[in-house]
């Protein structure tokens, strides 16, 4: 017994309009369909081979990720970055590593994890420039304002109206502490607010 129903449908393969005999014909003939199945074949097996070809080139990391002492090279590969730059790091004593023969420095595996834990900044250390020095000091002397406590220069230009040179004539008449992070020159809002409310 054949359907008596009629619908026009859109093929999901080709996208050509098309009159179906059942409310879920998705293909407008027997070639689209089979096209379609080789197509969602295909996609399957490029995914396959994407995940395999992944998981080739992340075995040598899980497999440095369970050793307990690193080479040289190991630590580069996982840090991606140059042997230079990890020799660099341990003659600055960021990195500790051992020297157990003339070709042969070993680092740590739990050495080079406590390199992320621990805080990257501290109050004043050591060999700090002078221009940090400046800086960490005027921060002191506004009061240790956190950066959301602030303004950078922008928006007191557009909060206030004030023009770029006025605010810096306004911010050296007063001496307010203007603290440059990054591209960013920044001033507290307390100060601001109150000289120019």
Known sequence: M???IEVQRICQYCGNEFTARTTVTRFCSHKCNKAAYKQ???AGKVETSNKQTQQIKTQPIEILKAKEFLTVRDVATLLNSS??????????GNIKAVNIAQRKTLVK???LDKLFKEPTHRTQ????PETQKQEINEWVQAG???????????EVQDKYGISETALQN?????????????????VPKVVIDKLLS
């Not at 042997?83 to 600055?92: A, F, G, K, N, S």
């Open 2 to 4: 054949s359907s008596k």
């Open 40 to 42: 969602k074949e295909r």
């Open 83 to 92: 042997i230079r730059t990890v020799y660099r790091l341990i003659e600055q």
């Open 109 to 111: 595996r739990s050495d």
């Open 125 to 128: 250390p050591e060999g700090i």
């Open 144 to 154: 240790g304002f956190e950066i959301p406590d602030c303004y950078n220069l922008t």
């Open 170 to 186: 306004l911010i050296k008449r007063n001496s307010i502490p203007k603290i440059k992070k990054g591209w960013f020159a920044y």
